[in-house]
């Protein structure tokens, strides 16, 4: 069963394989209710989004509800992880919304895989969290959008349950500062990283993409990840795990 | 197949519009890496890793494609990338006299949009966006641009094998939800 969702700005899709009909659309109905309440709480587009209120201080953070209290803490984890290079204070305002994506995606997957649906993927803006192979011997196949050239594929993902994102220039309407120079980080087009986890994959990926050049040796020596990158002159390079990855 | 095929086209829109819409922003980081690399300025500032600027609610990232075919990258050392090139072509699409579809118009914050699909068998023969944005030169652009590589992606993505893609994906609406209603029309 094949889905999109408009949400958060976006498009959710979900591709679940297995489950009968009935089920299936019962538990893509939650999670797809899920993502909007991850928008209700959290949006910083929506004035009285309990993430709005907080940030301009008018409730605090006892007032909210309990996920935003988490999606802080993995925020803080993941500045901490990228030296500074995540923030949730992207300005002066509180923006926690380089993180809420994929964790919400994440969660969405793990509603499915709680109701028996492990054969799935979530795709969120680009963002993707992949569940069990979509079936017996074949993985999913994820095409990594090739900054450069409109509609080309620069690599192919294949492997289940792995999260897979990508930063880069080609967000229209996105830019990435660097936080330590305040200058748009400009050394790359776009950097795919993958690992297993949504949260902090989305998030890193960020960050690295922040790095610029850098992000070569923070992604190798992080656990976990990989990472494949792509210069504005059409240049790669990946992590030394990358090609296990690819399909 | 049906999703498939739209994801296809998906894509490729939304790659496209967002290249075009911002020429001058590509162009701009089309430079040498500046020295963005240091892991630590010691500006003594709180980092801000990331600005978003986006919210007007048109662009979309929704895209699967899930025929056989093959695209790959490369998995060498260097990580060269093998990509196909996709081939602009400007010529008129065939219209189907034996299959096709007309989407619905829809309006989008650039103007309306409304594409006709041809269809041969099971498959997307050709795209004819027969509305589109043309208000100003950059509607123009935009549109000389995504029109023939639209078609081009529709026709040579369907044996694509990708299930879903990461990276930019956004699009305009309008495209999305014309394609739509025209590929629900031609039943496939």
């Known amino acids: ?247 | 197949m049906r999703r498939a095929l739209l994801a296809v086209v998906v894509t490729t829109i939304g790659l496209v519009l967002l290249l075009s819409f911002k020429p001058h922003d590509v162009t701009a980081v089309a430079q040498p890496p500046s020295a963005l690399t240091q892991q630590d300025s010691g500006s003594g500032r709180q980092p801000s890793a990331l600005t978003r600027s986006d919210g007007d609610g048109d662009e979309h990232g929704d895209e699967h494609g899930d025929d056989d075919g093959d695209e790959h990258g490369d998995d060498d050392g260097r990580g060269t990338v093998a990509a196909p090139t996709p081939t602009v072509k400007k010529s008129p699409s065939a219209r189907s006299a034996a299959g096709g579809a007309t989407g619905d118009v829809v309006d989008t914050r650039w103007g309306p949009v409304q594409v006709r699909i041809a269809v041969s068998g099971k498959k997307i023969t050709g795209v004819d966006v027969v509305q589109y944005p043309d208000g100003n030169r950059r509607d123009r652009e935009i549109s000389a641009v995504a029109l023939p590589t639209l078609k081009e992606e529709t026709l040579s993505k369907q044996s694509a094998d990708i299930d879903t893609v990461s990276g930019a994906t956004y699009t305009s609406e309008g495209y999305i939800r014309s394609l739509q209603s025209a590929i629900d029309r031609a039943g496939l």
Not at chain 1, 20 to 29: K, M, Q
Not at chain 1, 184 to 193: C, G, I, K, R, V
Not at chain 1, 219 to 245: C, S, Y
């Open chain 1, 1 to 247: 069963m094949r889905h999109a969702e408009h949400v958060m700005g976006t498009v959710f899709s979900f591709d679940i394989r297995d489950g009968e009909p009935e089920e299936t659309a019962r538990a893509l109905g939650e999670a797809v209710a899920w993502l909007h309440r991850v928008d209700a709480v959290f949006s910083t587009y929506r004035p009285d989004s309990p993430v709005s209120r907080l940030g301009r201080g008018e409730i605090g953070l006892a007032a909210c509800p309990p996920e935003v209290a988490e999606v802080l803490a993995l925020c803080e984890e993941a500045e901490r992880a990228t030296g500074g290079y995540f923030t949730a204070r992207p300005g002066a305002a509180l923006d926690p919304s380089g993180l809420v994506k994929g964790w919400a995606i994440e969660r969405a997957s793990a509603l499915l895989d709680a109701a028996g649906l492990r054969r799935h993927s979530v795709n969120g803006g680009g963002d993707v969290q992949l569940g069990d192979r979509p079936a017996p011997g074949r993985p999913w196949r994820v095409g990594i959008a090739h900054p450069l050239r409109p509609g080309a594929i620069a690599a192919v993902v294949a492997g289940a349950g792995l999260a897979v994102a990508t930063s880069g220039v080609a967000e229209r309407g996105a830019h990435i500062v660097d936080p330590h120079t305040g200058a748009p980080a400009a050394a790359l087009a776009s950097l795919t990283l993958v690992g297993s986890r949504l949260t902090a994959v989305d998030a890193y990926a960020t960050a690295a993409f922040a790095m610029g050049g850098a992000a070569r040796d923070w992604v190798e020596a992080a656990d976990g990840l990989e990472a494949f990158a792509m210069t504005p002159t059409g240049e790669t390079w990946q992590t030394t795990g990358f090609p296990r990855l690819t399909g």
